[in-house]
């Protein structure tokens, strides 16, 4: 499936922050979303980074199903060896991941063996990323490459 036309019902629907696609590998359509991965590393921060994605009319990647965790995982794995920072955060209580975007709670997806587990104590690690192992549970002031999600149908 080409994504050409889906790229440009994206640049109708964003406007000009489209033209700043170029940093960014797009992925397949998965579902009703496609996936934008930064080429670069940006200093991670929760709110920061999500209006990055928000400003080409997504949001910080929101892994709903075990089905979308493996989808992205192979996009990522595919893209890059790098580790990709996601949206879900359990900063407000430990051990309670929630979608940064929406606060909605993550659902039980597959962990990288061992994890989460705080490791490095206070202030902990209370943000997310994912790669071929799984997702692991990692301090929010990385600088790393993060990962943008765009619903395509409503």
């Known amino acids: 499936m080409s994504l050409l036309p889906i790229l440009l019902l994206l640049g109708a629907l964003v406007g000009p922050s489209f033209q700043e696609l170029p940093s960014y590998t797009v ?22 980074t999500n209006q990055l994605c928000k400003n080409i009319g997504g949001y910080l990647v929101e892994i709903d199903s075990v089905e979308e965790q493996f989808f992205v995982a192979d996009f990522v794995e595919a893209t890059t060896s790098s580790l990709v920072m996601t949206g879900e955060t359990d900063a407000a209580k430990e051990g309670l991941f929630v979608h940064f975007n929406s606060q909605k709670p993550m659902p039980a997806l597959k962990w990288k063996s061992g994890n989460p587990d705080n490791w490095g104590g206070n202030p902990g690690e209370d943000c997310m990323n994912i790669n071929r192992y799984g997702i692991n549970d990692l301090g929010c002031d990385r600088t790393l490459r993060y990962l943008c999600e765009l619903k395509v149908v409503s």
């Open 27 to 48: 992925s397949k359509l998965f579902q009703d979303s496609i996936y934008f991965l930064s080429k670069t590393d940006v200093p991670f921060n929760l709110e920061n």
